[in-house]
């Protein structure tokens, strides 16, 4: 009889539990409500804003927005200075192919280069590296892949540029078509090298976790049937994780392609464009999209006219 009583006391303290009301679960669901609206108007009031700023450019060009144009500082240019001179209509001509057409450079490049290179170095730290390599590995490229961008571009500005303006490109290369273009370091390799750099440690962190997703149960099996290590991890592993590690070539390089330190680092470009004092001062500064892969740059305009 005690344990009967004992149990029905349970019971009944059990049931007046349910019917209280969990105020903290809703205060915790109001909460998250209340930050996902804030969140979303705060995305839909910056697309507005960016949409309300840029419609005159737009409106003024059309589909020709899209179209070539020639040298974006020039457009850039003309643009500054239509809005000082007093009383005159502003000038909203502009035409960002160039910008358009060196970014699918810039990016296509970079995402082909670290997808390869992240691969082969993210089935190394899994599988074949020693364990007290891979617990150093594992932290430094997880460190490395949340360095801000701008200190990337930094060190490409002032380390890699010069390197290929001075290694690279030799005397007589520069000497040939100086009459032409001035070569630099400034250039697609210059650029395409500080995007790879910035964007392979995500590349290599998404793989890992990819891989350390498969079951080691699987590879023990293709091991015992006598497959040879290195098959075993890249026809078993590599393709099972092939799921989890098809977004890296598109999420990596996302937040970083359109980054202002890689547009300035690709061709010397200031990274919002030529400011009025500048555009008073000195001529602008050379597209970032006009440069090839050896690095080249327009020569002034007096070197022209002397040439």
């Given amino acids: 009889m005690a344990t009967e009583g004992y149990l029905l006391d ?32 705060l995305l839909v009031a910056m697309v507005v804003f960016v949409f309300i700023r840029g419609w005159p450019s737009f409106a003024h060009n059309g589909l020709s927005w899209f179209s070539a144009g020639g040298s ?10 239509s809005g000082e001179t007093p009383g005159a209509q502003p000038v909203y001509t502009f035409h960002a192919w160039p910008l ?29 590296a020693p364990e007290w390599m891979r617990n150093i590995l594992q932290p430094v490229v997880r460190l490395l892949a949340s360095v801000p961008s ?45 995007l790879t750099v910035m964007i392979a440690p995500l590349m290599i962190s998404i793989f890992c976790d990819g891989l350390n997703a498969v079951r080691k149960s699987w590879l ?64 602008p500064s050379p597209s970032f999209a006009t440069p090839i892969a050896c690095g080249a740059r327009p020569p002034p305009a007096a070197a022209m006219l002397d040439a």
């Fill in 150 to 194: 701008v200190v990337y571009g930094l060190i490409g500005v002032l380390v890699v540029v010069p390197f290929i303006g001075n290694n690279l490109i030799t005397e007589s290369s520069k000497a040939s078509v100086d009459h032409i273009i001035q070569l630099s370091g400034y250039g697609l390799i210059a650029a395409v090298l500080i």
């Fill in 72 to 81: 974006v500082d020039n457009q850039m240019q003309t643009i500054f200075q």
């Fill in 220 to 283: 023990e099996g293709s091991l015992a049937a006598g497959i040879n290590r290195w098959r075993t991890f890249w026809k078993i592993a590599v393709r099972t994780a092939a799921t989890a590690t098809t977004p890296a070539p598109t999420s990596a390089p996302a937040p970083k392609a359109s980054t202002n330190a890689v547009r300035a680092a690709s061709a010397n470009a200031g990274p919002t464009g030529p400011s009025r004092v500048e555009t008073a001062s000195a001529p």
């Fill in 100 to 128: 358009i057409w060196s970014t699918f450079l810039i990016t296509g490049g970079a995402v082909a280069i670290s997808f390869v290179s992240s691969l082969f170095v993210s089935v190394f730290i899994v599988e074949f």
């Fill in 10 to 41: 349970l019971e009944e303290e059990y049931l007046a539990a349910d019917e209280i009301p969990r105020w903290s679960d809703q205060r915790a669901e109001l909460t998250l409500g209340a930050l996902v609206v804030a969140v979303v108007g």
